[in-house]
């Protein structure tokens, strides 16, 4: 007797459309909680090598937080190769400018670094304030 292992073909991936409020949040915590909404690692029907994920909606961005006074410790660095052209910008000054960069950035860290990559964080819709013009897909709401 010999057994079969089903395994998820593209068709028959389904997506739903999740809503989480990151007023008061924690940074880090939030960002894992996405990442693995992103991925679908809670599906059973998840599979390494699709993107098996669903759509993510976050609102109340400007209301994110971090613990232990990071605030006015955490950078965020770029460079454009040119010497002497690192940028730094400390967290408040961000969540000041576009606080939505911030959760984007936090959510694409936690994603592995492969082919899928770039397909999930695009499915990841960041809003500042607490409306978003995604309800006509009817998103389920998560309590983090």
């Known amino acids: 007797m010999k057994y079969k292992t089903d395994w998820t073909k593209k068709e028959d991936i389904k997506r739903s459309w999740y809503i989480v409020d990151a007023k008061d949040q924690i940074l880090g915590r939030l960002a894992t909680k996405v990442a693995s909404l992103l991925i679908g690692k809670s599906k059973v029907e ?9 759509y993510v909606i976050v609102i109340n961005s400007d209301d994110i937080k971090l613990t232990r006074e990071k605030e006015t410790r955490k950078f965020y660095y770029s460079h454009s190769m040119y010497p002497g052209a690192l940028k730094t910008v400390r967290f408040d000054e961000q969540l000041k400018k576009d606080s939505t960069k911030i959760i984007k950035d936090a959510v694409l860290n936690m994603l592995p670094n ?11 819709y960041v809003y500042p304030k607490g409306e978003h013009k995604n309800s006509g897909q009817k998103p389920i709401e998560i309590k983090l």
Do not use: E, F, W
């Not at 998840?46 to 669903?54: H, K, M, Q, S, T």
């Not at 492969?114 to 990841?124: M, S």
């Open 114 to 124: 492969n082919k899928l990559r770039d397909t999930r964080i695009v499915r990841l």
């Open 46 to 54: 998840a599979v390494p090598n699709l993107d098996c994920g669903d």
